[in-house]
C-alpha cells in the first residue's frame, strides 16, 4: 500500500506536496503529447494544411477588396502591356521617363506600345500659356488638358491633386484637347498659384516618381504682364465682348476692343508689386529644380518660333509645324497701353527694372 502510493504521488516538502504532483502529472502530459507529435500522424498534417489554405485566401479576399478589382487588374493589364512592347530602342537614360497607360474608359488598340511621355506646363497668370498651350495641342501626337487645377476641389489637397494627376495621365482625362489611342505626349497647364507652391515638395516627389517632366513658361518683362493682368480683371467684370469675358481671342475685332483700356499703374508700390512677382517666381522655380525641366520664355517664343523645335524635341515627340488661333491682345509700345506712363517711366528709371521701360517687341 505504501509504495503504490509513493508511485501516486512523489514527496515533497511542507504544504506544498499536492501542488507538486499535479505539475508532476501536467508535466508528464506533456511529455506525452510532445512524444505523440513526432509521429506527425496524416489527419493532423491535413487539419494545419486546411487551416492555412483558409488564412491565405481570406488574406488575399482582404488585399483584393482593399486594393479593388479594377485597380489589381488595372496593374496587370499595365505590366503585361510593358511586357509584350519592344523597349529596346529606348536609351536607358529615357526609360523613367516614358509609359505605356491602359486607360480605363477606352483601348487605346493599335497604338497600346506607343510610348507616352508625361509633361505638366508650369507658368502664371498672362505669361502667354494659353497661346503656348494651342500650340503644343496643333500637334497630332500631343494632348494638353488645360488649367485643370483652376477648381479649388481638384486642388484642396495633395491626395485630390494626385488622383486628378493620375487620370491624366492615365489618358482617362477627356478634353478637347485628348488625341486617345495615339497621344504620345499628355499633359497639363499648371498655374504656380493653383496648389503648385503649396504642394510643392509633395509634387516634385510625384513628378520624379511617375517620370514627370516640366516645361518652366515665363515672361521676362513683368510690366507687360501686369498690363495685361489688369486688362483682363478690368474685363472680366464688364464683360466688353457681348457680355461675354474671355481671356484669349480669335479675331483682330476682339483684340482691339480689350486693348483699349490702358490701365493706370500705382507707382509708389510698383517697384514692390514687381520684386513681390519675381521672387515669387524664382522661390518656385529653386523648389522645383529637382525635376527633369526645359524653361522657355515667352518673350523668345514671339521673337523666334523655332524656339517650339525645342519643346518638341524635349517631349521626343516628331517635329512639326504648330499653329495657334490666338490673336494677340496688346501688340502696341507699353508707352501707349499705359496711362500714367510718365510716372511709371520715372518710377522704373535708373533701377533694376529699368529694362522693362525699353525692351519691346513687334509682332
Given at each position: ?44 498534417r491535413m487539419v494545419v494544411f486546411a487551416m492555412t489554405m483558409i488564412c491565405g485566401i481570406f488574406i488575399c479576399t482582404m488585399c483584393m477588396k482593399q ?215 524664382r522661390d518656385a522655380l529653386e523648389n522645383l529644380k529637382s525635376i527633369n525641366h526645359i524653361t522657355i520664355y515667352y518673350e523668345d517664343l514671339i521673337r523666334n518660333r523655332t524656339k517650339l523645335l525645342d519643346v518638341l524635341d524635349f517631349l521626343k515627340v516628331p ?45
Amino acid at each position: 500500500m505504501g509504495g503504490s502510493k509513493a508511485e501516486e504521488k512523489p514527496a515533497g516538502g511542507g504544504g506544498g506536496g499536492g501542488e507538486d504532483w499535479w505539475c508532476y502529472q501536467f508535466g508528464n502530459k506533456d511529455a506525452l503529447i510532445v512524444k505523440s507529435s513526432k509521429k506527425s500522424p496524416l489527419p493532423l498534417r491535413m487539419v494545419v494544411f486546411a487551416m492555412t489554405m483558409i488564412c491565405g485566401i481570406f488574406i488575399c479576399t482582404m488585399c483584393m477588396k482593399q486594393l479593388g478589382s479594377d485597380s489589381l487588374s488595372r496593374i496587370v493589364k499595365i505590366e503585361v502591356a510593358e511586357q509584350l512592347c519592344n523597349k529596346s530602342a529606348i536609351l536607358h537614360s529615357e526609360v523613367h521617363f516614358v509609359h505605356y497607360p491602359q486607360p480605363i474608359t477606352y483601348s487605346r488598340s493599335e497604338c497600346k506600345c506607343t510610348p507616352v511621355r508625361f509633361f505638366a506646363i508650369i507658368s502664371s497668370q498672362r505669361s502667354g500659356s494659353g497661346w503656348f498651350e494651342t500650340l503644343l495641342n496643333s500637334h497630332m501626337n500631343v494632348s494638353s488638358n488645360g488649367e485643370i487645377f483652376s477648381s479649388k476641389e481638384r486642388r484642396s489637397n495633395i491626395s485630390s491633386i494626385t488622383k486628378t494627376l493620375d487620370k491624366v495621365y492615365n489618358l482617362d482625362w477627356n478634353s478637347s484637347a485628348s488625341k486617345n489611342e495615339c497621344t504620345a505626349a499628355v499633359g497639363l497647364k499648371w498655374m504656380l498659384n493653383q496648389g503648385l507652391v503649396a504642394n510643392h515638395a509633395d509634387i516634385a516627389d510625384y513628378f520624379n516618381r511617375r517620370g514627370v517632366s516640366a516645361i518652366f513658361l515665363f515672361r521676362r518683362n513683368l510690366l507687360r504682364q501686369l498690363v495685361s493682368q489688369l486688362a483682363n480683371n478690368h474685363d472680366r467684370y464688364l464683360k466688353q465682348l457681348n457680355g461675354t469675358h474671355k481671356a484669349h481671342v480669335h479675331t483682330a475685332y476682339e483684340a482691339s476692343i480689350l486693348a483699349r483700356y490702358k490701365p493706370r499703374l500705382n507707382t509708389t508700390s510698383l517697384i514692390r508689386s514687381l520684386k513681390q512677382v519675381d521672387d515669387y517666381t524664382r522661390d518656385a522655380l529653386e523648389n522645383l529644380k529637382s525635376i527633369n525641366h526645359i524653361t522657355i520664355y515667352y518673350e523668345d517664343l514671339i521673337r523666334n518660333r523655332t524656339k517650339l523645335l525645342d519643346v518638341l524635341d524635349f517631349l521626343k515627340v516628331p517635329r512639326s509645324k504648330l499653329v495657334s488661333r490666338h490673336v494677340k491682345i496688346h501688340t502696341k509700345p507699353l508707352s501707349e497701353q499705359i496711362e500714367n506712363w510718365d510716372e511709371v517711366y520715372n518710377a522704373l528709371n535708373g533701377t533694376q527694372y529699368e529694362s522693362f521701360l525699353n525692351a519691346d517687341y513687334r509682332i
